[in-house]
């Protein structure tokens, strides 16, 4: 049976530069079934069988469970975090199976280091907030994303915890909005067994428990109520947390992102923020722009999803054509990344063949489509349909060149176009 730990680690042991051990965590010993004192004063190099040539994995054995270790140096110990556990390991095999964990490891790692990779987008906008985002990570500082609906907030907070050198610790996200003010607490902090009617039987940890180490991501902070912003600029302050009907409290060793699409300034000057609170968390603020503030983005993103749902719907989409693109490329994506995930996956779901249409696909917030609207709300309801056609047309023609930078070549292909045709509705339209 082998145990691999995504989030977290198996638990901990610390010593010293010598190799003593001088503490194992509690989880150690709840994984291993041992108490803690049987571990005091025993030597490290007691469990360890081999040091790779990456000398920070490391392969050992407790009892008959092997293990892989990582090893971090800390200023005044080491830590040894049991990353991975296989029971009855048969010795005969042993190096084989460390060759193979090691190498998933290995990849593991690989994987987090380009955490940041798997944000799609080469605007200058979004690759600033990218190499912000990775001179973040490193830290241990409180950050603040804020950003429209569907920019990628979430992407980012998992990227920075990657990135950051507690990505073997937990990444708990807490979802603001579905916590109600009385539940706050029990969701946060947790209860110990008996601590209300209706408690769980075992005692249930909090959020903040279960991040310990790791990253605690609150998603919609702004969503919290004014009471839940003073129970958790508390628990930020004094770094301890104690379980609803608990005795004691745990130090709280937890880095925070959170993550907001509300002005949260704003909300502190109209008395709806705890401005202690907002201060505590803007150490770092990071904005996501909007799609489209970074149209430039728009196709690299929109070509990615086809690429996966051809993968998972059995597609073969090579192309989006020349007219829905400069659809595509003249709405506005109040919604967007997830928004254009959405609209790509629709289209695949109807299209059979290799180009994406306009006619699979359905702008879903027609009151934001700029190319229908702009024209029609302010035009004169008694305006004949060919005016109207003729003013959105004109106006089309004038936001395709405006995106294609005044190339007429490359508008008239975002339009799906002649040149020729172009250029004689420009002269019609009297567009120069
Ligand atoms: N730059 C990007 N590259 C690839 N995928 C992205 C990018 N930005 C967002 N996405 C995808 O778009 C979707 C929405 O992103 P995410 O959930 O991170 O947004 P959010 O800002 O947290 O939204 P909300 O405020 O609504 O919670 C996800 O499926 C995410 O993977
Ligand atoms: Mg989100």
Known sequence: MSVIHEGGTLGAVYTDAKGKIIDVSQSF????????????????????????????????QIGDVACLFRMVEQSECRVYYVLLRIDEVDRRNFKDWVARNYAAFRAKREKSASAMSEIIGRSEVLVNVKELAAKIATSDSTV???????????????AIHESSSRSNHPFVAVNCVAIPDELFESEIFGYEAGAFSGAKKGGKPGKVELAQHGTLFLDEISELSYLSQGKLMRVLQEREVERLGGTHSVNVDIRVIAATNKNLQQLVQAGKFREDLFYRLYVFDLHIPSLRERKEDLMTLAYTFIEHFNHMLGRDVENITPKLESQMLAYDWPGNVRELRA?????????????????????????????????VESSNTHQRLDEIVQSVEKEAIQRALKIAGGDRSKAAIQLGIHLSSLYRKMTKYKID
């Open 343 to 375: 609209f790509i996956e629709r289209g695949m779901n109807i299209t059979e063949g290799s180009w994406l249409e306009h006619e699979h696909v359905s702008f879903s917030t027609v009151a934001n489509h700029p190319t229908a609207v702009g024209v």
């Open 144 to 158: 603040l994303l804020s950003g429209e609906s569907g920019t990628g907030k979430e992407l980012f907070a998992q």
């Open 29 to 60: 010993c709840d994984h291993f079934l041992e108490n803690k004192e049987s571990w005091l004063g025993g030597f490290i190099h007691q469990f360890i069988h081999e040091q790779e040539a990456d000398r920070e994995i490391i392969a050992g």
